[in-house]
Antibody, heavy 115, light 113 residues
Framework: QVNLLQSRAALVKPGASVKLSCKASGYTFTDYYIHWVKQSHGKSLEWIGYINPNSGYTNYNEKFKSKATLTVDKSTNTAYMELSRLTSEDSATYYC????????WGQGTLVTVSS | DIVMTQSPSSLAVSAGETVTINCKSSQSLLSSGNQKNYLAWYQQKPGQSPKLLIYLASTRESGVPDRFIGSGSGTDFTLTISSVQAEDLADYYCQQHYSYPPTFGAGTKLELK
């Protein structure tokens, strides 16, 4: 069964960076893109971008191009998203999702930006 | 970017009622090549991740009860939940994946009356 297991919640200081992980299992990792989605508290969903695990090709939402960097490690079937120069606006739950588009979702990682 | 407009923003229902959630896109989501509408519906319960219910406007994801029905084409879409059950109380989002970036509606909160 497909499973996307995300890293635990993170508390980070303003101006710092954080790297989130998403470990895939139950399918061939290189067969499907991994997408990342942001959900601020009580708000809707925003697509950040995707990475093709096979080629490493990335496609970002223009809004997040200077904020997020997507990478993968094929040896461990893990996708990563690094968020840089964090502000309070980046406090949110971040999801990885994939397989046939957005059919499967990780459990989410809550990022809190606070001094 | 394609803007997705959902209505209503919230809906109070009693168990057993039929409810309709609407979603309108700022551009057509109908592919002229294959005549498919690239519109999906998600359910999100409190504290949980979104769950895919419907894709290609009207195809139910495996395991989704048949009381969830997606319809519509072009720019106007509907999610109908017949005979609402207590377990259906959640937030519902439409999403277009016709063009990048994929965009979501603002959501509809389904609550108990």
């Amino acid at each position: 069964q497909v499973n996307l297991l995300q890293s635990r919640a993170a508390l980070v200081k303003p101006g710092a960076s954080v790297k989130l992980s998403c470990k895939a299992s139950g399918y061939t990792f290189t067969d499907y893109y991994i997408h990342w989605v942001k959900q601020s508290h009580g708000k809707s969903l925003e697509w950040i971008g995707y990475i093709n695990p096979n080629s490493g090709y990335t496609n970002y939402n223009e809004k997040f191009k200077s904020k997020a960097t997507l990478t993968v490690d094929k040896s461990t079937n893990t996708a990563y998203m690094e968020l840089s120069r964090l502000t309070s606006e980046d406090s949110a739950t971040y999801y990885c999702t994939g397989v046939r588009g957005f059919a499967y979702w990780g459990q989410g990682t809550l990022v809190t930006v606070s001094s | 970017d394609i803007v997705m407009t959902q209505s209503p923003s919230s809906l109070a229902v009693s168990a057993g009622e039929t409810v309709t959630i609407n979603c309108k896109s700022s551009q057509s989501l109908l592919s002229s090549g294959n005549q498919k509408n690239y519109l999906a519906w998600y359910q999100q319960k409190p504290g949980q991740s979104p769950k895919l219910l419907i894709y290609l406007a009207s195809t139910r994801e495996s395991g989704v009860p048949d009381r969830f029905i997606g319809s519509g084409s072009g720019t106007d879409f509907t999610l109908t939940i017949s005979s609402v059950q207590a377990e259906d109380l959640a937030d519902y989002y439409c999403q277009q994946h016709y063009s990048y970036p994929p965009t979501f509606g603002a959501g509809t909160k389904l609550e108990l009356k």
